[in-house]
């Protein structure tokens, strides 16, 4: 079985920085991409950026030039820094991971529990 734990949130001030980690546990051989979604309420969810195992990155555009997703393939960990946060980046930051492969299992991909981030003054 493969869990997404996450940590890092929270409310911050707009301008501000905040920093999510997420680390994958299991029996992992290998994880293709790993990545954040988030969704405000009363919004659909979307995809706020990912990154493969070769490092290629995708970025959703209101966060280009001000978010940087980055992942540590040994520690199946992937972090996102949030810097010169805006109110309207506050939603559920749910971490994800696609094409996990087990000593038991491939998953197509597995979702972590979200993190609230409020940015507000």
């Known amino acids: 079985q493969v869990q997404l734990v996450k940590s890092g949130g929270g409310l911050v001030q707009p301008g501000g920085s905040l920093r999510l980690s997420c680390a994958a546990s299991?029996?992992?051989?290998?994880?293709?991409?790993m990545g954040w979604y988030r969704q405000a309420p009363g919004k659909q969810r979307e995809l706020v950026a990912a990154?493969?195992?070769?490092?290629?990155?995708n970025y959703t555009d209101s966060v280009k030039g001000r978010f940087t997703i980055s992942r540590d393939n040994a520690k199946n960990t992937v972090y996102l820094q949030m810097n010169g946060l805006k109110p309207e980046d506050t939603a559920v930051y749910l971490c994800?991971?696609?094409?996990?492969?087990?000593?038991?299992?491939?998953?197509?991909?597995?979702w972590g529990q979200g993190t609230l981030v409020t940015v507000s003054s």
């Open positions: 994800h991971a696609r094409d996990v492969v087990t000593d038991k299992h491939r998953y197509l991909e597995v």
């Open positions: 299991g029996s992992i051989f290998s994880i293709y991409a």
């Open positions: 990154i493969t195992s070769g490092g290629s990155t």
